[in-house]
């Protein structure tokens, strides 16, 4: 399954700045931003499974979860107008006047909203809550909030069989970490993963991805996660990342976000201020996408 515009292997970009030259590091971005306009980043690697595997079970509507910019909900709209699937949003929070940039494009592909309060939406998980979605929109493939699943974590694996040279350190940003244990799972433990939680309050998130990667039944070694980078919790920003992102921008060309990228980049350079990578060490980053969120944002 797959889409003919989609640029994959996604392309691998150096940055160059007199910062790295210093500590003698070389910095380079696997640019999964790139590999399609609507569904890119890892929301593309974590569908592609799941969406095989719908259609394997003969479903014809995948429902899946998320907030007003979910980039997981604009990407499963997107991916289920091109496919052929109905698609149901449950969305956290009230209905809105106005409904966000992200779902007004979910909604013109074809998703159906269905909004949930915030007590209501901590119950997603729970065999009951799905009981009665079921009971209120017929049979459905369900797919996680933010796409979370072991065949998400398959599809992201791939990051790994894509590169053709080595790396020292890999660099992923974490929400639910779904990304991460996948890169750890194809991850040939030479190459040091480093996660970068853009939650306050992370420390959930090591077990967490540990709980993942149980479930492959081998053991993985080499990887970390760094919780100091959240700028207040999810989605929470401050001046200082926003004029970062905006500088990046200028000096590289490359395009960030305030949610998972930005994040991301500023720990890395921040961490190597800090003398934190070994002179000499090759860093690979994933840009994960998600620039639709942006929308939200005013970066000027």
Request: net charge neutral; charged share 20%.
């Amino acid at each position: 399954m797959a889409i003919p515009t989609l640029q994959l292997p996604s392309p691998i970009t150096q940055i160059f700045s007199p910062l790295l030259d210093a500590q003698r590091l070389q910095l380079f971005i696997k640019r999964d931003d790139l590999i399609h306009p609507l569904i890119s980043g890892n929301k593309w690697r974590k569908l592609k499974y799941n969406l095989q595997q719908a259609k394997k079970e003969q479903q014809s509507c995948l429902l899946t979860f998320g907030g007003a910019w979910s980039n997981h909900i604009h990407a499963t709209a997107a991916a289920g107008n091109y496919f052929g699937f109905n698609t149901i949003g449950i969305i956290r929070g009230e209905s809105p006047p106005t409904l966000s940039a992200t779902l007004q494009d979910a909604q013109d592909w074809g998703m159906q909203l269905h909004f949930v309060n915030r007590e209501q939406y901590r119950h997603k998980t729970e065999a009951d809550f799905i009981a009665g979605l079921r009971q209120q929109f017929g049979n459905f493939y369900l797919i996680p909030e933010g796409g979370s699943n072991t065949l998400a974590m398959q599809g992201c694996a791939e990051i790994i069989d894509e590169l053709t040279e080595p790396y020292d350190v890999l660099c992923v940003d974490c929400g639910t970490g779904t990304t991460l244990a996948g890169v750890i799972c194809g991850n040939k433990d030479q190459t040091q993963v480093l996660g970068f939680s853009v939650l306050k309050g992370g420390d959930f998130l090591s077990p967490q991805v540990q709980s993942m990667l149980d479930k492959t039944h081998r053991h993985y070694h080499n990887w970390q996660i760094n919780n100091d980078y959240h700028f207040g919790g999810y989605a929470k920003t401050t001046p200082a990342l926003f004029e970062f992102i905006k500088t990046f921008k200028r000096d590289h060309g490359v395009q960030l976000e305030p949610v998972y990228s930005g994040k991301m980049f500023y720990g890395i350079f921040d961490l190597i201020k800090k003398g934190y990578f070994k002179q000499g060490s090759r860093i690979l980053a994933l840009h994960g996408g998600g620039l639709q969120g942006l929308r939200g944002y005013n970066l000027d």
